[in-house]
């Protein structure tokens, strides 16, 4: 049974620093870009691509990790008979191509603020369109995850 406690912890631990560290990141980056401070959009965007390689990225690779293991330790299969597990590992692919580049983006906008904090100029075009798109994936992902918890704590018997 400890074995099966300590990676339940893990599974939860990893979802709430996953979708938290998403959360927070998308709140700050998102009212940074708005503020029309560019210091700010800095400060912001290299702290956002930070959260995602400490805490996102090992959190994301754990989440599956720990969860396939879950099922084998309490006898759950892949299967059409149980729905839940496949709609969240569904979701989790969405949420996870969302997510991939969103990080490129990240990236790229974090160097393109830093660029025009040195040289003082305004930020190009080129980041707001980008910062539309990772507000665009961000959605997706964001609900994808809010659906795995539903899923998570409910076990709902989806179909079959």
Known sequence: MIPYLLVKW???????????????????????NRSGNLAAQVVVTRLVVRADWWFTTPAGIVQPVSGLYLMYLTGWSLTWDTPWILASLILYAIAGLCWLPVVWL????SQMAELALQEGTELPE??????????????PAFIAMLGIYFLMVNKPMLWG
Do not use: C, D
């Not at 990893?14 to 700050?28: E, K, P």
């Not at 990240?106 to 906008?109: A, F, G, N, S, T």
């Not at 080129?126 to 959605?139: M, N, S, V």
């Open 10 to 32: 893990l599974h939860i631990l990893s979802s709430v620093l996953l979708v938290g560290t998403g959360f927070g990141s998308a709140f700050y980056m998102f009212f940074a």
């Open 126 to 139: 080129k980041y707001f369109r980008y910062a539309r798109r990772w507000e665009l994936l961000g959605y």
């Open 106 to 109: 990240q990236i790229r906008m």
